[in-house]
């Protein structure tokens, strides 16, 4: 069986949409097929956006690529020793059959600290709900959080809130501080990206006025080479 250090749980635009489309070819990374996309191809999509370099935009993505084009419910977490993939698998099936599938609305691009992302274009209820039954159904799951992880959280700088969320939960931004976002690029430097993409923008036409149901769960595992890949989805009611 093939080794995965860790699980993510995620939502991931349906194959084929012009949504899930866009992700990979953004990032060079289709993590439904666990495929990596040459730039030849992604210049070529891209280009319908007025996007004709690559180097703005490679220069901005590296730490996100890894996890594939998604919006995260629960964010990697290491199995607990206790527990097998089989198990937490269904697990996530149960939770996924008590929730009935609901719409998305628009998505607008947005400005987070310093990353860019794809957000709803107003807060979306059910998706806070489905993320914090995972957050509570899953969490015999995760291994204990070492210093090491704990550190990397920087807890200096979170609220009394985030940093009782980090101790309980193993991630500072769940519950009552979660958001739901679909990372297009992080730890950003320099406007260059900024502009290309405002291009996006500009053309929401092509992308941003599509609606897709929230109808599936996705888990996703993090391979030998660091990449995240679909590993298997569970259907919503």
Do not use: C
């Not at 495929?35 to 935009?57: C, T």
């Not at 704990?150 to 501080?177: A, F, V």
């Amino acid at each position: 069986m093939k080794k995965y250090s860790r699980f993510a749980i995620y939502y991931a635009p349906p194959k084929g949409s012009v949504l899930e489309e866009f992700g990979k070819y953004w990032f060079g990374w289709d993590p439904l097929v666990a495929k990596f996309i040459n730039n030849k191809q992604r210049i070529n999509y891209l280009n319908r956006f007025g996007i004709k370099n690559l180097k703005s935009i490679d220069n901005n993505i590296l730490m996100a690529k890894k996890y594939g084009f998604h919006g995260t419910l629960i964010p990697p977490f290491k199995l607990n020793n206790n527990y097998n993939r089989k198990k937490l698998f269904k697990k996530i099936e149960v939770v996924a059959k008590k929730y009935k599938k609901f719409n998305f609305y628009k998505f607008k691009l947005k400005k987070i600290d310093n990353f860019y992302a794809f957000v709803q274009s107003k807060k979306n209820n059910n998706i806070n709900k489905l993320s914090n039954r995972l957050v509570r159904e899953l969490f015999k799951f995760r291994s204990p959080l070492t210093k090491k992880e704990i550190d990397r959280r920087n807890p200096s700088k979170l609220s009394k809130l985030q940093l009782s969320i980090l101790y309980k939960w193993g991630y500072p931004y769940l519950m009552s501080e979660f958001n739901f976002h679909m990372t297009l690029a992080s730890e950003v430097s320099g406007n260059k990206l900024y502009f290309e993409l405002k291009k996006i923008e500009k053309n929401k036409e092509i992308i941003l006025n599509e609606t897709n149901d929230f109808d599936k769960i996705y888990i996703f595992g993090e391979n030998q080479k660091g990449m995240f890949e679909n590993l298997e989805n569970f259907s919503l009611s």
